[in-house]
């Protein structure tokens, strides 16, 4: 099946500094890719859609200048959380859209990052 | 804009019970996806629904979606340890790509 993963795995960063995620998908294109936020016991909840070659879709309250998307190739999406506060530590999953299977999105392990 | 409730919020169960879990829309539904999650880690895919009265299963899990496409169930049959975590239900919002999830149901099997 369609795999997707994440790196890093987890990450502790100190309170202003800014944290690369990477998201690929290692057997499938995806022209389309999703990055999820998750609260402990608490579902996913849809930060950005990011599409390759072109700017991504931010949902409503989530700040585009503070959570960076690139997708830059159809294998790989990056988030970069910028000048990160303790309030952004949380766990960052990604999804990617498999170009010949249009109706499945296959997630990624996830990412925790912790803010201290 | 679209909601899905599950219930129940959580399960424990004994191995070799039969269990349902339901996933409720406040919208018609254009599609339904089941996925496992295991505490502190991605999203694994089960199965998608997408007709009116349509049933699918693997293995020991058998998900179906009622003729109004406003509900689906998730019935495992003889559960076991490796069926705990965390099941989410999501569906795709109309005409996007975008997926938005339910609350979740956090699943225990006890031996």
């Known amino acids: 099946g369609a795999v997707v993963s994440q790196h890093p795995s987890w990450v502790i960063c100190k309170s202003g500094t800014s944290v690369k995620i990477e998201c690929r998908s290692l057997d499938f294109q995806a022209t389309t890719m999703f990055w999820y936020r998750q609260f402990p016991k608490q579902s996913l909840m849809l930060m950005a859609t990011?599409?390759?070659?072109?700017?991504?879709?931010?949902e409503q309250g989530v700040e585009k200048d503070k959570f960076l998307i690139n997708h830059a190739s159809l294998t790989l999406s990056t988030l970069t959380v910028t000048s990160a506060h303790p309030e952004d530590s949380s766990f960052y999953i990604c999804s990617a859209r498999d170009w010949g299977d249009q109706e499945t999105q296959y997630f990624g392990p996830g990412t925790r990052l912790l803010v201290l | 804009s679209q909601e899905l409730e599950q219930s129940p919020q959580s399960l424990i169960v004994q191995e070799g019970k039969n269990l349902t879990i339901n996933c409720t829309s406040s919208k018609t539904l254009y599609g339904l996806y089941w996925y496992k999650q295991k505490y502190g880690e991605g999203l694994i895919f089960l199965m998608m629904l997408q007709k009116g009265g349509e049933e699918k299963s693997h293995e020991k899990i058998t998900a179906k979606l009622d003729e109004k496409k406003q509900q689906s169930s998730l019935h495992i049959t003889a559960s076991q340890p490796s069926h705990a975590g965390i099941y989410l239900c999501g569906a795709p919002t109309w005409n996007t790509d975008k997926l938005i999830f339910g609350t979740g149901t956090r699943l225990q099997v006890f031996p």
């Open positions: 990011s599409n390759e070659g072109s700017k991504a879709t931010y």
